[in-house]
């Protein structure tokens, strides 16, 4: 379980607001209708500079203080992956509010003017008694392929429950040229029976050096995802870290991998249960080429 310091807040089909253990590996991520984030290794080293490559490349540094009835509110980066925006800001209570790392700010982002939300999921970390650390991870059905994004976040809920009256608004530009230069676009588009006669099939894999993702649809609605591993020519297996549902008829699913960049020719995807990860529902899929 997290320690004391540590909370994660998710918004999922019931808006059940789960707890999970912290993961810390060298890297950093971030999560219209549905909200989640799951496994943070990516936010342990967005936080953490001293466990963090170098992603500043991928990051819009931004320090812009809005001030309300609830406190001061520093957003202070704002990191592009594929599908995925990452927010870092940091909370400074007014004196007389109730705040502790069970309070969760969870964002509305537009993009463009337009709401690709899927899932957004928040994490508050108490550095003292009067500063908190707020991240957001905040997935998208999609993100224009621009270089540059005209984004608006707002920061106008709290812990899913209570409007802010006067809620935080940030109006920025964020950069994606670098990621979109660096990203690794597997094309799959191929379908494959499981074990228990259904079809799905897989669209395509991308991989950033902060993530990686294997898109997929299926020809019935499923309430929970399929899971996929991913294995290496020699022989290293990877196991997916969060899954979200991309449209509202549950048929089109994200599959994210963190800390995971794909710089080899071959790998195959080998679908697996969610709660057994070693066994196997159907065929594996080949990617990429020799």
């Known amino acids: 379980m997290l320690s004391s310091d540590y909370s994660l807040s998710e918004d999922q089909p019931k808006k059940k607001r789960v707890r999970k253990k912290w993961f810390v590996i060298a890297l950093c991520i971030v999560v219209v209708s549905c909200v989640i984030i799951t496994n943070l290794p990516v936010v342990a080293s967005f936080l ?34 594929d599908n995925q925006i990452l927010l870092n800001a940091t909370f400074e209570p007014v004196e007389d509010l109730d705040f502790d790392n069970q309070v ?3 964002p509305q982002v537009l993009v463009n003017g337009q709401n690709f939300t899927v899932r957004n999921g928040g994490q508050t970390i ?5 500063i908190y650390t707020i991240y957001n991870s905040v997935k998208m059905s999609e993100l224009p392929q621009n270089e540059k994004l005209k984004l608006e976040i707002r920061y106008n809920d709290w812990n899913w429950e209570k409007p802010i009256d006067k809620p935080w608004v940030f109006k920025i530009e964020a950069l994606q040229e670098q990621l979109l230069e660096d990203r690794i676009i597997f094309s799959v588009d191929k379908a ?70 794909l710089k080899d020719n071959m790998y195959e995807l080998i679908p697996v249960e969610t709660g057994d990860r070693d066994k196997e529902l159907g065929p594996a899929i080949k990617i990429g080429e020799k």
Not at 126 to 130: C, K, L, M, P, V
Request: glycine residues 4%; proline residues 3%; hydrophobic residues 35%.
């Open 104 to 106: 969760f700010f969870i």
């Open 126 to 130: 108490a550095q003292t008694d009067s």
């Open 48 to 81: 953490d500079k001293s466990k963090e490559p170098d992603f500043s490349v991928y990051k819009t540094f931004v320090g812009q203080t809005i001030e309300n009835d609830f406190g001061r509110l520093t957003l202070n980066e704002v990191m592009m992956d």
């Open 192 to 261: 494959i029976t499981l074990n228990d006669g259904q079809v799905i099939k897989v669209e395509k894999v991308v991989s950033t050096p902060i993530s990686t993702t294997i898109y997929f649809q299926s020809t019935q609605s499923l309430q929970e995802s399929i899971a996929f591993n991913i294995l290496s020519e020699s022989g290293k297996t990877w196991r997916y870290d969060s899954s979200y549902p991309l449209n509202e008829e549950h048929t089109q699913w994200g599959i994210r991998f963190d800390a995971l960049y």
